[in-house]
T-cell receptor, first 114, second 114 residues
Framework: NAGVTQTPKFQVLKTGQSMTLQCAQDMNHEYMSWYRQDPGMGLRLIHYSVGAGITDQGEVPNGYNVSRSTTEDFPLRLLSAAPSQTSVYFC?????????????FGEGSWLTVV | GESVGLHLPTLSVQEGDNSIINCAYSNSASDYFIWYKQESGKGPQFIIDIRSNMDKRQGQRVTVLLNKTVKHLSLQIAATQPGDSAVYFCAERPPPGNTGKLIFGQGTTLQVKP
């Protein structure tokens, strides 16, 4: 059971380049999310999905696109990278069975935009 | 030792002492709360959760207290150990409820002195 797998772990981009952060989970969870974490700050929600084919915006969605074509995968796309998007990105898969929401995080993707 | 969230983002305690980490949440209608621990270079890990119909919940060496009147959450760690050194985040689940959407606080760094 791999849990939540994120790739790449490290990436350097030039301003204006595009890239996709991959996220996959093997726990058959319906809910998945992407967060970014800046130095000295908490996690901020970028986009989330409550199931295949359904996505919604979080707190800081600008500059990012997502899609959810399958339950397992939830890629995050940066169409035109900006230095302000330098951050650590965490993908999360949520076990929403019952009344709680236990989140399982990936190991993070460190992105630098120069 | 005790933190006061945004006003004291770093808490330093002696090994063996009890620690209290505080968090002020934002939405009075949030119905579910979680504490996470994040070690350097890793993704957040679940510690304990509590639903809004509870005031207190205990785990192994940890206790979460919820005061809905003042929108305050605290995490108590008994007999703090060096392995407890990390950043601790609280998270709340705002309405409409079971979407998997969680909003995280800024975080408090816990430093345990041997």
């Amino acid at each position: 059971n791999a849990g939540v797998t994120q790739t790449p772990k490290f990436q350097v981009l030039k301003t204006g380049q595009s890239m996709t952060l991959q996220c996959a989970q093997d726990m058959n969870h319906e809910y998945m999310s992407w967060y970014r974490q800046d130095p000295g700050m908490g996690l901020r929600l970028i986009h989330y999905s409550v199931g295949a084919g359904i996505t919604d915006q979080g707190e800081v969605p600008n500059g990012y696109n997502v899609s959810r074509s399958t339950t397992e995968d939830f890629p995050l796309r940066l169409l035109s990278a900006a230095p302000s998007q330098t951050s650590v990105y965490f993908c999360a898969s949520i076990d929403a069975r019952g009344s709680g929401n236990t989140i399982y995080f990936g190991e993070g993707s460190w992105l630098t935009v120069v | 030792g005790e933190s006061v969230g945004l006003h004291l983002p770093t808490l330093s305690v002696q090994e063996g002492d009890n620690s209290i980490i505080n968090c002020a949440y934002s939405n009075s209608a949030s119905d579910y709360f979680i504490w996470y621990k994040q070690e350097s270079g890793k993704g957040p890990q679940f510690i304990i959760d509590i639903r809004s119909n509870m005031d207190k919940r205990q785990g192994q060496r940890v206790t979460v207290l919820l005061n809905k009147t003042v929108k305050h959450l605290s995490l108590q760690i008994a007999a703090t150990q060096p392995g407890d050194s990390a950043v601790y985040f609280c998270a709340e689940r705002p309405p409409p409820g079971n979407t998997g959407k969680l909003i995280f606080g800024q975080g408090t760094t816990l430093q345990v002195k041997p």
